[in-house]
């Protein structure tokens, strides 16, 4: 099945400064990698997300590049602040097992600190 | 976006009773719903998928006898947590595709808290 490899796992920043975290995966089947930003005690909440077909994406402050060939997807925040201070998780999601159709796979998480 | 409620948002119970939390989609259809389960610090782990209509996927190592899923419409999935122990004492989240493609994206509640003493 997928694995997913994230990395840091802790990022601490200083305010304005940029944030990257980077995953990687291991089925080459998977096509869809989305973001997840979630704060103590909530769900996790979709920030941004790729598909195969494009090599990035972008949304105001937000950035995810996929590079299928190696494998591997970064998120990028720039001018980061306080809020941004969170868990992001990146997945991916390829064939499932056990009979569902497909399945998200998450990597472990980064706790983002962003000081002021 | 899409939105996915779920309720309770916590619960605590005793050991040996059931719980039932409840999934909706508040603002779209959702032909598949999942389940999953978060330990403190830990990732979000898949237990069980569910299409409308249709009995659900568990994944490897997840009792079906002990987590019932009912997924009965398009806009409803519930989770009842048999004959709770504290070891099932979790963080529990579901989550709402709004297709059934690989693609679709995948729009997650609240999550509910479950304690059982």
């Known amino acids: 099945g997928e694995n997913v490899e994230q990395h840091p796992s802790t990022l601490s920043v200083q305010e304005g400064d940029s944030a990257v975290i980077k995953c990687t995966y291991s089925?080459?089947?998977?096509?869809?990698f989305p973001w997840y930003k979630q704060e103590l005690g909530k769900g996790p909440q979709l920030i941004i997300d790729?598909?195969?077909?494009?090599g990035e994406k972008k949304d105001q402050r937000i950035a995810v590049t996929l590079n299928k060939t190696a494998k591997h997807f970064s998120l990028h925040i720039t001018e980061t602040q306080p809020e941004d201070s969170a868990v992001y998780f990146c997945?991916?999601?390829?064939?499932?097992?056990?009979?569902?159709?497909?399945?998200?796979?998450f990597g472990k998480g980064t706790l983002l600190t962003v000081n002021p | 976006g899409a939105v996915v409620s779920q309720h309770p948002s916590w619960v605590i119970c005793k050991s040996g009773t059931s719980v039932k939390i409840e999934c909706r989609s508040l603002?779209?259809?959702?032909?598949?719903m999942f389940w999953y389960r978060q330990f403190p610090k830990q990732s979000l782990m898949l237990m069980a998928t569910?299409?409308?209509?249709?009995?659900?996927?568990?994944e490897q190592g997840v009792e079906k006898d002990k987590f019932l899923i009912n997924h009965a419409s398009l806009t409803l999935s519930t989770l009842t947590v048999t004959s709770a122990h504290p070891e099932d004492s979790s963080f529990y989240i579901c989550?709402?595709?709004?297709?059934?493609?690989?693609?679709?994206?995948?729009?997650f509640g609240p999550g509910t808290r479950l304690t059982v003493l």
């Open positions: 989550s709402a595709s709004t297709g059934g493609g690989w693609t679709d994206t995948q729009y």
């Open positions: 089925d080459s089947a998977s096509n869809y």
């Open positions: 790729i598909r195969s077909n494009v």
């Open positions: 997945a991916a999601k390829g064939p499932g097992s056990g009979g569902s159709n497909y399945k998200l796979t």
């Open positions: 603002d779209f259809q959702a032909t598949t």
């Open positions: 569910s299409n409308e209509g249709s009995k659900a996927t568990y």
